[in-house]
């Protein structure tokens, strides 16, 4: 009795104790300093910044690092598209309440898990931010397949200014694959040596 009795208390601890996660850098290797909006002196889209990943794995977390040169932040819309379709708004602005003044987005990483809103934050936004507001949390990421075309899409919405995009990245945290296999087996062990009553 005392040998199962300890075989099941490992069992229904060692699964959650072991549990770890790797992170996977991915950065976007295409024409760099693509012009913010695409035909200077107008407003519209940059070209898309794509990011092809190659890697079959489930996203557990997902952060995004961009670096913006541009004469006025103000007018951005920036927006991540997944290979699946699902699509959210990292920032922009109400311009009927909201406008400022500022230059650049400098090493900013939108975070869900950040202490600061990047609407509490000021340009050129250097640090660790949650993105835009609650519906648009990177969290809605979670469980999906990494592989395929990742899309980073900017609107710049006024004429006279202008930028360029100067670098993209994706940082994913997924578990080890060894992890997920203890797992599936510590959940199967624990489900065997669970009693089974009878009528």
Known sequence: ???????????????????????????????????????????????????????????????????????????????????AGTLICLNKYNPFNEFFIGENYTNTIFDDEAGLGIKKAKAPFTGRFKPFNSPYKLSVFDGEQAMGSWRLKIYDGWAFDSGQLESFELMITNPEPATVLLLILGVALVMAFRPHHTA
């Open 1 to 83: 009795m005392r040998g199962g009795a300890a075989i099941l208390v490992i069992v229904m601890v060692s699964p959650f104790a072991v549990f770890a996660a790797q992170a996977n850098i991915y950065s976007y290797g295409g024409d760099f300093n693509l012009p913010i909006p695409t035909q200077q002196k107008s407003l519209g889209w940059m070209d898309d910044a794509v990011i092809e990943i190659p890697d079959c794995h489930i996203i557990t977390d997902l952060d995004v690092k961009i670096s913006v040169k541009h004469t006025n932040v103000f007018d951005l819309q920036i927006f991540l598209q997944s290979p």
